[in-house]
């Protein structure tokens, strides 16, 4: 099993549409989590954390659930800007690799 | 503030060349990393350094080196370029690491082909 994934897509919904990624992680020491958007051909930026408690920030809400180990993020509203790849990275301690694990990534392409 | 550049933004290498990329940070980032980009396999951690000075082996470190003289440079170099090292790569920095305030930074990239 991978460390971190994430179901590729595309998601192609309209605009206005609500959608919802996931992404599962295997290491259960893992202590934290965040989403990265990249547009095409651009660099990775953080859109946000995920907090144990799960936390919203305007239209996008991210959970956690470390039972199960998934990470989600939801946007609502979904605008034509949204359309990029969203990175789904765990974070854990100790190891040869540094401490980042990113996701291959969800493509999201929002129409008119 | 710049943030983190990277030079060049694209090379083409012949097999065999040798080349540095270079990365600059002027957040006084103490972490920063080397990462490649390839289709179909998300970003991949070659090489990281936890301070000026210090480096360590990622997940794909094979014919690369680091170096990391200055606390605001890291330098990627291929000594002897081969075809499966073409790819984007990319530099970051973060000022801690782990836990929520583990936020990396990424240059805008560098694209690399090999022929």
């Known amino acids: 099993r991978k460390e971190v994934e994430q179901d590729p897509g595309p998601f192609n919904v309209p605009e206005g549409a609500t959608v919802a990624f996931n992404c599962t992680y295997s290491?259960?020491?893992?202590?934290?989590f965040f989403w990265y958007r990249q547009d095409c051909r651009k660099e990775p930026k953080l859109l946000m954390s995920?907090?144990?408690s799960g936390n919203e920030d305007g239209r996008f809400t991210a959970q956690l659930n470390r039972a199960s180990q998934y990470i989600s993020l939801l946007i609502r509203d979904s605008k034509l800007s949204d359309s990029a790849t969203y990175l789904c990275v765990v974070v854990h301690y100790g190891g040869s690799q540094g401490n980042l694990i990113f996701g291959k990534g969800t493509k999201l392409s929002v129409k008119p | 503030n710049a943030g983190v550049t990277q030079t060049p933004k694209f090379r083409v290498l012949k097999t065999g060349q040798s080349m540095t990329l270079l990365c600059a940070q002027d957040m006084n980032h103490e972490y920063m990393y080397w990462y490649r980009q390839d289709p179909g396999m998300g970003l991949r951690l070659i090489h990281y350094s936890v301070g000026e000075g210090t480096t360590a082996k990622g997940e794909v470190p094979d014919g690369y080196n680091v170096s990391r003289l200055k606390k605001q440079n890291f330098l990627l170099g291929l000594e002897s370029a081969a075809p499966s090292q073409t790819s984007v790569y990319f530099c970051?920095?973060?000022?801690?690491?782990?836990?929520?305030?583990?936020?990396?930074?990424f240059g805008p990239g560098t694209r690399l082909t090999v022929l």
């Open positions: 970051a920095s973060s000022l801690d690491r782990g836990g929520y305030t583990d936020t990396q930074y």
């Open positions: 290491n259960s020491a893992s202590q934290s």
């Open positions: 995920v907090y144990s």
